[in-house]
């Protein structure tokens, strides 16, 4: 069970927190670049419990580095290119956006380090680590600072449950599912631990109650992440128009998820706790 955009705001860390307390939550992952980065990491520091991973931000977040040191990768106002298929073709085509992606990377896998946190896993925002040049780097970068899990984002059909979410399913499969293909073909060659599904994606914004104990309820076979971004107060700093964080921080306080969690599932606190072979030992 994971939380990604840990960092992003103070509502995000504090619902984080409670969740972790509440006994659900058990893994996050920390958005180093953003304004509430410190405070996550605080926080993270009084949660032995809660495993922490890097959630390495190409597009759509506040850079590391200076913006001026990375225009090809920012916009007008300093932040990373939100347009995500404009930054994906950037990243193939032109040469100094490339250099410039390696060395953001470089320096939010070093500004993780620098937490002196464990590094329990790591993914990408907006899942842009599904890009073939994305994932090349966190692969050459996160290998030198003992990376050694990756989320997949591989989703079962089972989960995408109404007619729009199965839409948007088959949508996503189209366009990522070769992307997936190779994706996973590299992570194992590399060595990387990874999960076998993810729940969340077709109802990302919003994993209420209803949607957790739904997917709860008719889990995959196989390791699977369940994530989440809760905050305790909704927002335009806290998440993307249309998103319930509010709900989705109630839904990891509910006894009821916590209960079909503990009766459906056999839990897995972090990517830390899977065998070599991506396995629950």
């Not at 106002?77 to 950037?90: K, Q």
């Not at 907006?126 to 780097?137: N, S």
């Not at 994993?207 to 709860?216: G, N, S, T, V």
């Amino acid at each position: 069970m994971t939380a990604d955009d840990f960092g992003l705001s103070w509502a995000v860390n504090e619902a984080v927190e409670q969740a972790v307390g509440a006994g659900v939550l058990t893994c996050a992952s920390l958005m180093v670049g953003e304004k509430a980065a410190a405070d996550a990491v605080s926080r993270a520091r009084r949660l032995p419990q809660l495993r922490v991973g890097l959630h390495v931000v190409v597009a759509d977040g506040r850079p590391v580095l200076p913006p001026d040191e990375i225009p090809e990768l920012c916009d007008e106002d300093g932040r990373l290119d939100g347009r995500l298929v404009r930054a994906g073709f950037r990243f193939v085509f032109n040469r100094r956006a490339a250099r410039a992606l390696e060395s953001e990377i470089r320096a939010q896998f070093a500004a993780f380090a620098a937490t002196g946190l464990a590094l329990d896993h790591v993914n990408a925002h907006k899942h842009m680590h599904l890009h073939p040049a994305v994932l090349g780097i966190i692969l050459k970068v996160g290998g030198e600072y003992g990376m050694r899990a990756v989320r997949l984002p591989r989703e079962p059909l089972q989960a995408a449950r109404s007619g729009s979410e199965r839409r948007r399913w088959l949508l996503n499969l189209l366009v990522t599912g070769p992307w997936l293909r190779q994706m996973r073909w590299r992570l194992e060659r590399a060595g990387m631990r990874h999960n076998d599904w993810v729940l969340g994606l077709s109802q990302s914004g919003a994993m209420d109650e209803d949607a957790m104990l739904a997917l709860l309820g008719d889990m995959p076979e196989g390791v699977t992440e369940l994530y989440c971004h809760p905050a305790t107060q909704d927002g335009a700093d806290v998440s993307p128009t249309g998103y319930r964080p509010v709900a989705e921080w109630q839904a990891l306080m509910s006894t009821r998820v916590s209960a079909a969690l503990r009766a459906r599932a056999r839990p897995c606190a972090g990517f830390r706790d899977l065998a070599a072979d991506g396995g629950v030992p």
